[in-house]
């Protein structure tokens, strides 16, 4: 399962990139409105820091602005990914621009059903949301379960990418239902490699290696 960031960040970006955790980036309007800069310069500096998708979210509501807008996004760096939301407008751009080559993310998918077209308009990825099902009491893990056995069921090639992670829990349900990818905040992938037993562990080799009275080889 490959891992994106959720963030428009740069500088997280870069310390997760630097660390090699992280296969691609993910933004919405919230988040280039939280980073205070210009949406198309931070798209520009994240797509020079990382080789992979780089979703940007278009902000028209009919299909046309959207697909006006989701080219010239596109013209920005070869690996910007046109983030498009999932209503009868966002479908019909979503499959102009899959069909002439642009890769597409449907964003804002709430049902399977929803998953279907977004697959059957040609996305690259569908992001539906675990965390804001949750929030309603509605068990977004269910959703992604879902969505598999049906893209399985039809030999649907769009890639289910999880987004609205919350917690480690969800990364790690997404890679057992079988989800591509998971989108998520830093500080959430910053703490899948924690473990108390790793510190504890660690802690008690490094004190009794001191105890050696030996240098490092
Ligand atoms: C995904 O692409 C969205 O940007 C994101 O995951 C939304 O997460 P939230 O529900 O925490 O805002």
């Known amino acids: 399962m490959k891992f994106f960031v959720d963030t428009a960040d740069t500088q997280d970006i870069k310390a997760l990139a630097k660390a090699g955790l992280i296969d691609g980036v993910t933004t919405n309007p919230t988040l280039i409105k939280k980073s205070g800069r210009d949406f198309r310069d931070v798209i520009l500096e994240i797509c020079a820091l990382i080789d992979g998708p780089v979703s940007a979210e278009v902000t028209s509501l009919a299909a046309d602005g959207m697909i006006k807008e989701g080219r010239t996004l596109a013209k920005l760096a070869p690996n910007v990914t046109v983030k498009l939301p999932l209503t009868v407008d966002g479908l019909a751009a979503c499959r102009e621009l899959s069909s002439s080559g642009i890769q597409t993310n449907v964003t804002l998918c709430f049902s399977a059903n929803q998953a279907l077209l977004a697959a059957k308009a040609g996305a690259t990825f569908i992001s539906p949301f675990v965390g804001r099902l949750d929030d309603i009491h509605i068990d977004g893990m269910s959703l992604i379960e879902d969505i598999r056995t049906i893209y399985d069921n039809y030999n649907l090639q769009t890639e289910i990418l999880v987004a609205s992670i919350r917690s480690p829990n969800h990364i790690k349900e997404s890679a057992l239902v079988g989800a591509?990818?998971?989108?998520?905040?830093?500080?959430?992938?910053?703490?899948?490699?924690?473990?108390?037993?790793?510190?504890?562990?660690?802690?008690?080799?490094?004190?009794?290696?001191?105890?050696?009275?030996?240098?490092?080889?």
């Open 180 to 217: 591509d990818v998971a989108t998520a905040p830093p500080k959430v992938i910053w703490s899948l490699s924690e473990h108390p037993l790793t510190k504890s562990g660690l802690d008690t080799f490094m004190k009794d290696w001191a105890e050696t009275g030996q240098a490092a080889v």
